[in-house]
């Protein structure tokens, strides 16, 4: 899993209530990612981040909330208004290129259980 | 549009023998191509990748791809499969560095002794 970080491995909460999923790395990349892992559905990408302070939406934004106030960190919020926010969240980082694609690296993962 | 496609949810291969995973894509522009595996309730790990050149790629734990531009596929294989090969494998793409890169649904692959 390299050199990202995510905590905690097993999360629980009520529903109605905000979590915040943490993601840090030691890689020096400057872009950043969350997906969401549903069985028999892939990744899905929620937010992603080129630059510090700056992070656009993903294909499934919506009751996700995001920050980039350093380089090595990407916190993720998953907020009341998600519908169905039990899931596998993947944080992943690489390196930002302008010509090239580069390969994410992938941290171990958060399972989140809403009940 | 762009899009990637694991045409196998599960692919059973005997210990020794040679096992292929398929992935095709679709893309206008040139692609570029990724697999990962991930083993259970851990993070994805990168495998190899094509970006240009020679269509044969050589990566991780003995795993190559072969890139078929006419037959839009990126398929994954590896001479003599081990146990320790189960795990589920994903199939990515992307077309340029302004671009996301786009995941398969992933094909699990179990290797029997």
Redesign the interface.
Known sequence: DGGITQSPKYLFRKEGQNVTLSCEQNLNHDAMYWYRQDPGQGLRLIYYSQIVNDFQKGDIAEGYSVSREKKESFPLTVTSAQKNPTAFYLCASSISGSSVVYEQYFGPGTRLTVT | AQSVAQPE?QVNVAEGNPLTVKCTYSVSGNP?L?W?VQYP??????LL?Y?TGDNLVKGSYGFEAEFNKSQTSFHLKKPSALVSDSALY?CAL?Y??A???I????TRLSIRP
Do not use: E, P, V
């Open positions: 949810d570029y990724f990962y309730n851990r993070g994805l790990q990168f990748k970006i994903f992307s340029s560095s671009s996301k890169i995941f398969g649904s992933g």
